[in-house]
């Protein structure tokens, strides 16, 4: 049953787009959004309207306070005219996590499923497909009250928005290593998807960008010593035909695509280790040709290769090989959320379909 209302411009949206070519990663945006508010301790109903700009207070908390967290999660239309969603009830776990890390109201199950089948579903016929094409959806939830009291918000708005999107990464990466910055500390907000973590990262990440880098991979926040991950993907090293990855260390995001290749190659019958990787080690390991290929996942990038390894002090570190496991993952990864094949963990959901009228 639809709960939420459909703003009469949508249809007319919808009407007047069409896919682009050239889709890139988020520049192309849906010209419809799903937006639902929060108030008096209670839900509101949803709204299905035209994209557009959405007002709020400026002395709002999600301002100021960085009171606000979000999902990334993909919508696939490869051999079936209607799209299917790839775990999203993990998203919508991880999306309460992370609400309740910042103290902020939880979005039930129904109605995060009811945004993002409402956006996916009137996107249906713009859902681009092959190579790894997808629908990226975005949910949002963030704190609309205005005040300068460290306390949370009590009104709260939850947004879907929504890109037709090619893979994060055009190519294999070059990662630059973040010696002085921290991207996140156990015991703040680095396991849940909140928007300060981003903040945190921009300065590296422009930096690393400006120094010919495509993105800054980030080490503990106390010694400095361990891998975490990537800011929007986690690390996976092959180490004597093994997959290596940082274990979930209460500061790293616990990324779905990591979780989803963690089982999916044991499944078939690979050894994975998830345990504290030591950034000086990995770089010897690579040195040595003992580790023969790094790579990165996420939802945005699927599985991504890395190129190179660049260290603060100008070294390069190379991996023998470039895109051959990783590229194996990717493909059977993409084959289950393509549904090209089988999906033996039930890891694919339809997008629920609109009521008729
Ligand atoms: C995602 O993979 O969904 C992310 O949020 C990463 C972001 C850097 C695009």
């Known amino acids: 049953m639809t709960h939420y209302t459909t703003a009469p411009g949508v249809a007319a949206a919808l009407a007047g787009f069409t896919l682009p070519e050239k889709l ?5 945006l849906a ?9 008096d301790g209670r839900w509101g109903r949803g709204a ?3 994209y557009g700009p959405i007002e709020i207070a400026p002395g709002a908390r999600a301002l ?5 967290v979000f999902e990334g999660m993909k919508a696939y239309r490869a051999g079936t005219p209607w799209p299917n969603l790839f775990r999203p009830l993990d998203n919508c776990r991880r999306f309460a996590l992370s609400a309740e890390r910042l103290a902020m109201p939880a979005v039930p ?5 009811e945004g993002v089948d409402a956006v996916a579903g009137a996107m249906a016929d713009f859902v681009p497909t092959g190579g790894g094409k997808s629908l990226y959806l975005r949910p949002f939830l963030y704190g609309t009250e205005a005040g300068y009291l460290l306390r949370n918000s009590t009104t709260f708005r939850f947004m879907v928005i929504a ?7 055009s190519g294999p990466m070059k990662v630059a290593i973040e010696r002085f910055d921290v991207r996140a500390a156990v015991g703040g907000v680095g396991v849940a998807k909140a928007s300060a973590n981003y903040a945190a990262s921009l300065r590296a990440s422009s930096a690393s960008i400006a120094r010919g880098y495509t993105v800054a991979l980030w080490l503990d926040a106390a010694e400095h010593r361990y891998i975490q991950e990537l800011s929007g993907m986690n690390v996976f090293a092959v180490i004597g035909g093994e997959l290596h990855t940082p274990s979930l ?7 779905i695509t990591r979780d989803s290749l963690i089982a999916l190659a044991r499944h078939l019958g690979h050894t994975v280790i998830e345990r504290p990787m030591l950034i000086d080690e990995l770089l010897e390991q690579i040195r040595s040709g003992a580790c023969t290929e790094v790579f990165a996942c996420g939802t945005a990038a699927i599985v991504a290769p890395i190129g190179v390894l660049g260290d603060t002090d100008g070294r390069e570190y190379v991996p023998a090989q470039v895109d051959v496991v990783a590229k194996q993952w990717r493909e059977a990864l993409l084959a289950i959320q393509e549904r090209r094949v089988p999906d033996p963990f039930g890891w694919t959901r ?4 609109p009521a008729a009228g």
């Open 109 to 113: 199950e129904a109605l995060f499923l």
């Open 31 to 39: 010209p419809v959004m799903y937006s639902v508010e929060y108030a």
């Open 249 to 255: 260390d209460g500061a790293i995001l616990p990324g």
């Open 48 to 50: 299905l309207l035209p």
């Open 350 to 353: 339809d997008v629920a379909r």
């Open 163 to 169: 890109n037709p999107v090619e893979s994060y990464a």
């Open 64 to 68: 100021h306070y960085g009171e606000l």
């Open 24 to 28: 890139g990663f988020g520049l192309v």
